[in-house]
């Protein structure tokens, strides 16, 4: 399996887990053209801190049980209001959406190609009426 296949698909594991424990506006960004200590970031939304340690714990559990992969460091855990997961090919940030729109990675970052998830769409998309 190639790295960037791995990278993907470790991207879209954490993704579906932060997913099912109702992580929002999921985004993920190819940063290995610009940095060299990883190749990508996962950006998540929560709700409120619980929310947040909630998907932490999903994330971690997933990419334990599916690769093995443990991180290789967390920051944030007992703040409540950003989580950072560093796997090492991927960096989870998992933010109160004050923090996200605070730090505002994606403008940050956004020469950067946008990697599909490939989620499911949320319910009620596509509705029209």
Known sequence: MSEIVETTQMLRTAA????????TDQVALDVSATLYIT???????AENDRQIASIVDAV???L???YGHTPLRREGRGSGDWVLLD??????????????????L?????????????LPAPAGAGDTQ
Do not use: M
């Open 16 to 23: 579906r887990a932060a997913d099912e424990k109702f992580g």
């Open 39 to 45: 190749d990508a970031f996962l950006i998540i939304s």
């Open 60 to 62: 971690e559990e997933a």
């Open 64 to 66: 334990q049980t599916t």
């Open 87 to 104: 796997f090492g090919d991927i960096v989870v940030h998992v933010f109160s959406q004050e923090q996200r729109e605070y730090y505002a």
């Open 106 to 118: 994606e403008r940050l970052w956004n020469d950067c190609p946008v990697i599909d998830l490939q």
